[in-house]
């Protein structure tokens, strides 16, 4: 009888170490599942970053193209034809990527928004915008570039 207690004993202590290894096994699982989502995740976000920069580059020879056609029709040339086909191809490249300009809005949002100068203007409530320097761009539902706004005082 002595022989049978020591096995059940011992068969105990068997059935003890094998579920602590099945725990850590599960452990190891559940910690390696949480690994993959979580480099597929940064993957994902260093994608969206590098298009960021790459587009916030891209918004400086936008800037450059609307300054140059912002000039009346009397000083345009023939030159001028093919900057616009430019602009719109540039405009288009930026639409695949879900890119748009901000809509303009009335009151200084930070979130939105980057204060350049804080100006006097007549029948303007304090923390209105009453001048869009640089427009600003969103891609989706982010911010690429906030707008650089003029407010009034």
């Given at each position: 009888?002595?022989?049978n207690s020591v096995e059940l004993?011992?068969?105990?202590?068997?059935?003890l170490e094998v579920q602590k290894w099945r725990d850590a096994a599960?452990?190891?699982a559940a910690d390696f599942d949480n690994y993959q989502k979580r480099t597929v995740r940064e993957r994902a976000n260093w994608v969206v970053e590098a298009r960021g920069d790459l587009l916030i580059d891209l918004l400086e020879v936008v800037?450059?193209?609307d300054r140059a056609l912002s000039q009346s029709a009397e000083e345009r040339s023939g030159l001028l034809v093919g900057f616009e086909m430019i602009r719109k191809s540039i405009y288009d490249l930026l639409?695949?990527?879900h890119v748009k300009p901000m809509a303009e809005t009335r009151l200084f949002d930070p979130n939105l928004h980057e204060a350049i100068s804080q100006i006097e203007a007549e029948g303007v409530s304090s923390g209105e915008i009453v001048q869009v320097l640089q427009v600003g761009y969103m891609q989706g539902e982010r911010v690429l570039r906030p707008a650089r706004v003029a407010v009034a005082k």
């Open positions: 009888m002595e022989d004993n011992e068969l105990a202590q068997c059935q599960m452990r190891s800037d450059n193209f639409a695949r990527y």
